[in-house]
């Protein structure tokens, strides 16, 4: 059995590293106590499960450093009898404010007490710094949630070329860190259709409406034609993760048809890929 345990500061990424080891075949199970960190996994043993990722974070341990021992003890245990690496994901404590404001959350360790931001953080860091001295360290500052992703998949993944199709809308901004980019508002636009314009690129009305423009086929079929050209490419350059936008103007008809199309076709053709809607259910997704 391989298990990945991810543990680290609050705002640095956990989720999403956890997101991206479920994408590439591992069961994930977020914040697990640390009293049932051993029993979860013999039961998941149990069931067949040979490859595990666990969240092991502040609220496993609830903020308690006699539970980030037991963890410590528990660890030496499971490592006697599996294959386990321990993540710990950091960033700069300045940077993780800046995420906690973004976001709006509270710290895990805010509940009952008036400690700003950065007290909450110096105090997880002390708490959790037993567990980072026996961990790979993640330095996220400067990851996005996409990069992030992609390295967690470049340095867990045993397939060859993964593909990860991002549809988006260009009002929204182009995503950062894409390999390639395309551009699918050649299309006729589905939104001044009034019966499609709520409706998105996975519903049947709308892929029939793109379908029955040959272009369209034209322009999946090139697409596909220009990625595989420049994955022996990048399979030479020892890339594992290609990542390929495909924009329209909101997000939601147009190239949310296209990646899926993509999805489809590279699956076929036996590569792993994943497809992510970036803002296809944005409120506000109109030209």
Not at 97 to 108: G, N, W
Not at 139 to 149: G, P
Not at 229 to 256: D, E, F, Q, T
Request: proline letters at 2%; hydrophobic letters at 45%.
């Amino acid at each position: 059995m391989n298990i990945v345990v991810i543990s680290g500061l609050s705002g640095a990424g956990k989720s999403t590293a956890a997101s991206a080891f479920e994408d590439i075949g591992y069961f994930t199970v977020e914040n697990v106590p640390v009293e049932f960190f051993s029993p979860i996994i013999e039961k998941l043993k149990d069931q067949g499960i040979d490859k595990l990722a666990l969240v092991i974070d502040i609220r496993s341990v609830r903020g308690k450093p006699s539970l980030v021992k037991q963890f410590l003890y528990e660890i030496e245990l499971i490592k006697q009898k599996y294959d386990v690496e321990v993540l710990f994901l950091a960033a700069d404590r300045n940077v993780l404010i800046e995420r906690f404001a973004l976001t709006r959350r509270l710290h895990p360790l805010s509940k009952g007490n008036d400690f700003s931001i950065d007290d909450l953080l110096r105090k997880e860091e002390e708490i959790l710094s037993p567990i980072k001295a026996i961990s790979r360290v993640i330095d996220t500052t400067n990851f996005s949630v996409r990069k992030l992703r992609s390295y967690i998949i470049q340095l867990f993944s045993t397939e060859g070329l993964i593909f990860i199709l991002e549809s988006f809308g260009f009002k929204f901004g182009v995503p950062r860190d894409v390999d390639m980019i395309f551009d699918a508002r050649i299309l006729d636009n589905p939104f001044y259709d009034e019966k499609l314009r709520s409706l998105s690129g996975i519903d049947k009305a709308v892929r029939e409406f793109l379908t029955k423009d040959e272009y369209t086929g034209w322009f999946v079929q090139h697409i596909v034609r220009l990625i595989l050209i420049s994955a022996s490419r990048y399979m030479n350059m020892g890339k594992k993760v290609v990542l390929v936008g495909i924009g329209c103007s909101g997000g939601r008809h147009r190239s949310v048809f296209i990646a899926d199309e993509l999805g489809r076709i590279l699956r076929s053709m036996g590569y792993e890929t994943i497809v992510v809607h970036r803002d296809k259910d944005r409120e506000d997704t109109v030209i």
